[in-house]
């Protein structure tokens, strides 16, 4: 996170970045398709589980 203050007054300008690691999260199983019916022989829809990436930014400022 980097902050600079404002030369006049209180206010000043942040930004910060960051990662995410979300784990568990569940997606289609292979050969599963979104909005797609079943493949034949299928009756159930299956999921895997995974990790998965994000990349956070933020920014807050402070308005006088």
């Keep these: 996170m980097l902050g600079i203050k ?7 300008f942040n930004i910060g970045i960051g990662y995410m ?5 569940k997606q289609l199983g292979s ?6 019916p079943l493949p034949s022989g299928e009756e159930e829809i299956r999921f895997r589980t995974e990790s998965e990436p994000s990349l ?8 006088d």
């Design 56 to 63: 956070l930014v933020f920014v807050s400022t402070t308005f």
């Design 6 to 12: 404002r030369a006049k007054g209180p206010g000043s």
């Design 21 to 25: 690691l979300d784990q568990g999260v």
């Design 31 to 36: 050969g599963i398709e979104k909005n797609q």
